[in-house]
């Protein structure tokens, strides 16, 4: 018997054919096993690495270590003095200053804590008071001048008010500087983090990681992003450290992303395609601010233009006539 009739005999292929059935039934029962061996292994390497940065950064918190960028750390909650303090509470100046936005104001600038809280609401009341006894004893006593008395203390009491303001007008700037040094560099954040995630980091080490290397552009952001991470890894709930970095950063492109970020979280879907999406959006937000920064600038050098630019032009074009017509030998001398 060659080879051939070996081969084509019917009992030859039946044995061959199960032979190869049962080796692929092996195989995907097999392979089922060893996946979900390594699938759990992966699970255990991340619930590790999970417990070890959450550990890391409550040494930090606790330490006091954290740094975000050279010579900067997360600006903690100010040690309150004790007369602030009774003051507050004498004259109950939560209720008086106080509102549902206060707290996420002070965040947003920068200043976190019942101590910078308490603060604040000092400084409503000491400000105006304060400036208007300045005021009043350099008008009254210093320089009274021939102005007569109503009018000097009219001036202290305008110069009070004025300084009823100024505690909002601080912190409103202070929110402006912070909100424009975090939109200036989000977009190239928002790069970093999907670099990150595609390479197979989780969101906790993509954070981490992000908030070192961003803190050189823009050290506000570097700070959110650290306590996002001490947040994502002591917090049991993920979803409260996305709200609260949205809320303390109070600008629409992070929220579209920490919402982004939530709903991949509730829902399981692809974090890297969220981050993909809204990268390209922060792009094009980006590209369009710069377009409107150049559509603005013509209409901006006009005035500048008609001031500067043409009354030098009128003199140079001008002289020479006037020259001729007035000076030595010029028609006007003849």
Request: contains cysteine.
């Given at each position: 018997?060659?080879?051939?009739?070996?081969?084509?005999?019917?009992?030859?292929?039946?044995?061959?054919?199960?032979?190869v059935s049962?080796?692929?039934?092996?195989?995907?029962f097999?392979?089922?096993?060893?996946?979900k061996?390594?699938?759990?292994?992966?699970?255990?390497r991340?619930?590790?690495e999970?417990?070890?940065?959450?550990?890391e950064?409550?040494?930090?918190?606790?330490?006091?270590?954290?740094?975000v960028?050279?010579?900067?750390?997360?600006?903690?909650?100010?040690?309150?003095?004790?007369?602030?303090?009774?003051?507050?509470?004498?004259?109950?100046?939560?209720?008086?200053?106080?509102?549902?936005?206060?707290?996420?104001?002070?965040?947003?600038?920068?200043?976190?804590?019942?101590?910078?809280?308490?603060?604040?609401?000092?400084?409503?009341?000491?400000?105006?008071?304060?400036?208007?006894?300045?005021?009043?004893f350099?008008?009254?006593?210093?320089?009274?001048a021939?102005?007569?008395?109503?009018?000097?203390?009219?001036?202290?009491?305008?110069?009070?008010?004025?300084?009823?303001?100024?505690?909002?007008?601080?912190?409103?700037?202070?929110?402006?500087?912070?909100?424009?040094?975090?939109r200036r560099?989000?977009?190239?954040?928002?790069?970093?983090?999907?670099?990150c995630?595609?390479?197979?980091m989780?969101?906790?080490?993509?954070?981490?990681?992000?908030?070192?290397?961003i803190?050189?552009?823009?050290?506000?952001?570097?700070?959110?992003?650290?306590?996002?991470?001490?947040?994502?890894?002591?917090?049991?709930?993920?979803?409260?450290?996305?709200?609260n970095?949205?809320?303390?950063?109070?600008?629409?492109?992070?929220?579209?992303?920490?919402?982004?970020?939530?709903?991949?979280?509730?829902?399981?879907?692809?974090?890297?395609?969220?981050?993909?999406?809204?990268?390209?959006?922060?792009?094009?937000t980006?590209?369009?601010?710069?377009?409107?920064?150049?559509?603005?600038?013509?209409?901006?050098?006009?005035?500048?233009?008609?001031?500067?630019?043409?009354?030098?032009?009128?003199?140079?074009?001008?002289?020479?006539?006037?020259?001729?017509?007035?000076?030595?030998?010029?028609?006007?001398?003849?």
């Open positions: 018997m060659n080879l051939i009739e070996l081969l084509t005999q019917r009992e030859f292929l039946i044995a061959v054919l199960a032979a049962a080796a692929a039934v092996v195989f995907t097999g392979s089922s096993f060893i996946v061996s390594q699938m759990q292994d992966r699970i255990k991340v619930a590790l999970r417990e070890k940065l959450r550990a950064e409550m040494a930090r918190l606790r330490g006091g270590g954290t740094t960028a050279p010579g900067r750390g997360i600006r903690r909650a100010a040690e309150t003095k004790t007369y602030m303090r009774n003051v507050v509470e004498r004259f109950d100046l939560r209720k008086a200053f106080q509102d549902d936005a206060t707290v996420d104001k002070l965040a947003m600038a920068g200043f976190r804590g019942q101590g910078h809280l308490t603060t604040f609401l000092f400084m409503r009341l000491a400000t105006p008071i304060g400036l208007f006894l300045l005021a009043a350099y008008l009254l006593l210093l320089a009274p021939d102005r007569p008395l109503y009018l000097n203390l009219t001036y202290a009491v305008g110069l009070g008010l004025v300084g009823s303001f100024l505690p909002n007008l601080i912190l409103k700037n202070n929110i402006d500087k912070r909100q424009a040094s975090i560099a989000w977009p190239d954040c928002l790069d970093l983090l999907l670099l995630v595609e390479s197979g989780s969101v906790e080490h993509a954070f981490k990681r992000v908030s070192k290397e803190g050189a552009q823009s050290p506000e952001l570097a700070e959110e992003l650290t306590l996002t991470t001490a947040e994502l890894a002591f917090l049991e709930d993920r979803t409260r450290a996305y709200d970095f949205s809320r303390r950063s109070g600008l629409d492109g992070v929220k579209s992303v920490m919402t982004a970020l939530i709903q991949a979280d509730r829902y399981g879907t692809s974090v890297g395609q969220a981050l993909r999406v809204m990268a390209e959006e922060g792009r094009e980006r590209m369009m601010d710069a377009e409107k920064k150049a559509a603005a600038l013509p209409p901006k050098l006009t005035v500048p233009l008609i001031v500067f630019f043409l009354p030098v032009l009128f003199i140079v074009i001008i002289s020479p006539a006037m020259i001729e017509v007035f000076g030595p030998g010029g028609v006007m001398n003849r």
